[in-house]
């Protein structure tokens, strides 16, 4: 019998090909969407999952709260003290590690880079991660000796080819030599952190560096990541219900108050939840969203769901084709259990030939979905027995989920009636296929509608004004190596006449803005504590104008006045912070800034420093000399239409003064498109599988549209007989459909303004959802719906009436 099914499977294949082709393109196309992103899905939730103790680690961040209780900043480091002190008080924990990230110039004979992933590490950190030494002792001895380095793999390659490392010597920054005592297997992909070099914690106590005291004793400098691996089964919420104590009890109270715990706090953050789930203002690399994940995923089940419906509706629109083949077979005692279990049978090989096709669309798309997604990916991610067993079971699920209604509606015909000819629809089951299109075309126009907001938003984004000069400024990173040759340094730039200006400052537009000191006010002649976040950057006299930004009262710095050195600029938000009516009224204020007197000499307008998730955060510019931040990047403006000229000079002036530097450099704008290539990504990806969406949905049309001509084939044949044309049987045959259209976005509209409106709130400024997407939305999906059921009445209406009406 199950061979006789088979046969009657793959003889309807054969017979009815178009049909056939169809229902396998669909449901190919369907299940290739679900490989692809479930591929997608496996790569972002497998982040660390590598390391043996993944689900016992955690990383220490740290909360800075303002006076009023709100949240001013939330860091993924911590201050160096911490991770001793924790291991000393709770000595549950088994391991604890410090991970210092660092930028630096290695030189080894006449090779030499910017090294911008140099981490030091102690010898604790082969406890709580698993790291592969390829070359050298263990990691524990190869970290012991201060100035010992470690070398990724690829790190090796990079400077010593075939080469063996080991005992060499290499230089960092021009100042320290240190000794290669290992070298590692470079993390894998799906690692939250990436280092090139491993560099002995234990380098940090020379004074030179950082200082043996600063270790023990600096509360500030929040650079240090700090993870605890803890016990089997410890529950981690358990310990941090003590940190608040553990706070109070060691920070000094003179810097932070009889109760520290109060202005900053603890918290311990799951290694493996880190990628998806923690988007912190200092992480170590940029992190996924697990609301992206969940964003494909649905995608991925609404584009598997709408390719199962269109299996339905072109199973059912070709049952007249069986009608007579299922009365006989009930006739000669075939049970409708039989005829329910064949019909499934033939859904399953379907759905099974459409998986084998899906396995090889996955292969070829997979390099174009990894461009799209920014992600390495790779078939390999399926080769797991938990991946295998579902994906052989999906035929089934897929199959007899798809397969259902058609099997139960193609046995449940009366054999009397279909052999007398006499073969008629349920209206329930024409309303319930309707139902099912009218849901399959709901989805594709959500999926069109939040494909153009997202691009909207993109185009908003690009066009808004941010306050400032982006375009043509070339970055390069400072040294303190220029800080005696700066002023020749810019002089020679500027010689050139398309460099227009230059300036240093401790951060760049497009960073973020994390660096705070505590600001007080002059009110009635004594300083006040001001309770506000006030950000500062360190920036010297051409800042102002090599970033074209406004000032709206004052003036900006000038080496005409000395005591411009004990001076601040503000911006607008930082005068209504502060509580000044207008930025006139704060010019000639007092102030103490990071314990540093001065006066407010200038206010500048308002502009986006960061992205613009972020609102604008109240600004102070200071001189490096207030706090110790110092310079970190050189902007210069250029212009003129020689770009690689003008950058090539800038090279030359740069090997003259620091011939023992590598010279790097990026545009502004490339860093600005940077902020926002998740939603540029998200966009191409919606815009992708919302045409896969619509064009499934409309095979199912096609199906359904079919199934009606079929049953009105006389009715048309009647009509062309009486006279009636083209034109007027299919807007007959077409309104019928178009209403089912016009139904489905009804009820798109509402659905997709609420989660593009829940989208957009992720940006501090935003576009606004216009009238004019939704009906752009709804006319697209009518038009390719009224041009696929035109397709087919048009084939009808062009038919010979004669054999239409002769026809039983």
Same mark, same amino acid.
């Given at each position: ?12 294949l ?99 880079f ?20 390829v070359a ?69 106590n ?45 920070m ?30 200092s ?24 390719a ?8 059912t629109? $070709? ?7 299922i ?43 990894? $461009?799209?997604? #920014? ?25 007899i ?134 950000k ?23 080496k ?11 911006n ?15 010019? #000639? ?9 001065g ?13 613009l ?74 815009t ?38 083209? #034109? ?9 459909f178009? $209403? ?25 400024y ?39 009406? $002769?026809?039983?």
């Amino acid at each position: 019998m199950v061979k006789n099914y088979l046969k009657l499977a793959i003889r309807n294949l054969r017979r009815h090909s178009m049909t056939s082709f169809i229902n396998l393109s669909g449901l190919a196309i369907g299940l290739t969407c679900c490989l692809l992103i479930l591929i997608y899905i496996l790569h972002e939730t497998s982040y660390d999952r590598y390391n043996q103790n993944a689900d016992r680690v955690y990383r220490v961040t740290r909360q800075f709260n303002g006076p009023n209780g709100s949240i001013s900043l939330h860091l993924g480091t911590v201050a160096p003290p911490f991770g001793p002190l924790l291991q000393n008080d709770f000595p549950d924990i088994q391991a604890v590690t410090r991970l210092l990230e660092n930028g630096v110039v290695l030189r080894y004979q006449d090779k030499k880079f910017n090294e911008d992933s140099l981490f030091f590490a102690d010898e604790n950190l082969s406890k709580v991660f698993d790291i592969r030494v390829v070359a050298g002792s263990s990691v524990a001895s190869a970290l012991k000796d201060p100035y010992s380095l470690m070398l990724s793999e690829n790190t090796a390659k990079k400077y010593f080819g075939s080469e063996d490392p080991l005992d060499k010597v290499v230089r960092l920054d021009n100042r320290f030599d240190c000794k290669i005592t290992g070298v590692f297997k470079s993390f894998p992909e799906n690692a939250h952190l990436h280092p090139s070099m491993l560099l002995s914690f234990n380098t940090l106590n020379d004074t030179a560096i950082y200082g043996a005291e600063g270790l023990r004793s600096n509360w500030g400098n929040n650079a240090f990541f700090t993870y605890l691996l803890l016990p089997k089964g410890y529950p981690a919420d358990k310990l941090q219900a003590q940190f608040p104590a553990f706070l109070d009890r060691h920070m000094p109270a003179k810097d932070y108050g009889a109760h520290p715990s109060k202005g900053t706090e603890l918290f311990l953050q799951k290694l493996t939840d880190i990628h998806l789930h923690s988007h912190l203002d200092s992480e170590a690399e940029e992190n996924g969203d697990i609301q992206k994940v969940y964003l494909f995923g649905a995608i991925a089940l609404f584009i598997l769901l709408i390719a199962c419906i269109n299996y339905m509706n072109l199973s059912t629109a $070709r049952s007249s084709l069986r009608a007579r083949e299922i009365g006989i077979r009930k006739a000669i005692g075939a049970m409708r259990l039989e005829l329910i279990v064949q019909f499934l049978g033939e859904s399953v090989l379907i759905t099974w030939i459409a998986l084998v096709l899906a396995l090889g669309l996955t292969q070829l798309m997979l390099p174009f979905m990894a $461009r799209l997604s #920014g992600v390495s990916l790779s078939m390999g991610m399926l080769a797991t027995w938990k991946i295998w067993i579902p994906l052989v079971l999906m035929p089934f699920v897929v199959g007899i989920l798809s397969g259902l209604y058609p099997a139960l509606f193609l046995s449940g015909f009366k054999p009397v009636k279909v052999l007398k000819g006499v073969f008629k629809v349920n209206g329930s089951d024409l309303s319930f296929r309707k139902v099912l299109v009218v849901l399959q075309f709901s989805i594709s126009i959500v999926l069109i509608i939040a494909t153009a907001v997202v691009f909207q938003q993109i185009r908003f984004i690009q066009s808004k004004s941010l306050g400032y000069n982006r375009q043509r400024q070339v970055i390069i990173p400072y040294t303190s190596d220029l800080d005696k040759s700066y002023e020749s340094f810019k002089a020679q730039l500027l010689d050139n006449p398309h460099v227009r200006d230059m300036a240093r400052s401790s951060r760049i537009p497009t960073g973020r803005l994390l660096d705070e000191e505590g600001v007080s006010v002059e009110e009635n002649g004594a300083l006040k504590s001001a309770n506000i976040d006030l950000k500062y950057v360190n920036a010297d006299f051409d800042f102002i104008p090599t970033y074209g930004i406004s000032m709206k009262a004052g003036r900006n710095f000038s080496k005409a006045y000395a005591t411009d050195s004990a001076g601040f600029i503000i911006n607008e938000s930082a005068v209504a912070a502060l509580g000044w009516k207008s930025p006139g009224e704060a010019i #000639g204020k007092h102030l103490s800034y990071g314990g540093e007197p001065g006066m407010i000499i200038g206010v500048m307008s308002d502009f986006n420093f960061e992205s613009l998730h972020q609102r604008i955060s109240p600004l102070i510019l200071t001189y490096p000399t207030k706090n110790n931040g110092g310079y970190n990047n050189i902007s210069i403006s250029i212009e003129g239409n020689d770009v690689p000229a003008t950058l090539a000079r800038i090279e030359q002036t740069w090997k003259r003064f620091l011939p023992e530097t590598p010279y790097q450099y990026n545009f502004l704008d490339e860093r600005f498109e940077h902020l926002y290539i998740t939603e540029t990504r998200q966009g191409t990806i919606f815009t992708l599988f919302s045409g896969i969406a619509i064009f499934i949905a409309c095979l199912g049309l096609l199906g359904l549209s079919a199934f009606a001509i079929s049953q009105r084939i006389k009715e048309i044949g009647i009509r062309q007989v009486l006279g009636a044309g083209k #034109g007027s049987i299919v807007q007959l045959i077409s309104k019928d459909f178009l $209403r089912l259209v016009l139904i489905a976005v009804l009820i798109a509209f509402p659905v997709a303004w609420y989660a593009m409106h829940n989208w957009l709130e992720g940006f501090a400024y935003r576009t606004q959802i216009h009238w004019w997407i939704f009906v752009l939305a709804g006319g697209v999906a009518l038009l390719v719906a009224f041009i696929t059921i035109s397709i087919q009445t048009v084939k009808a209406a062009s038919a010979n009436p004669i054999k239409n009406l $002769r026809t039983e």
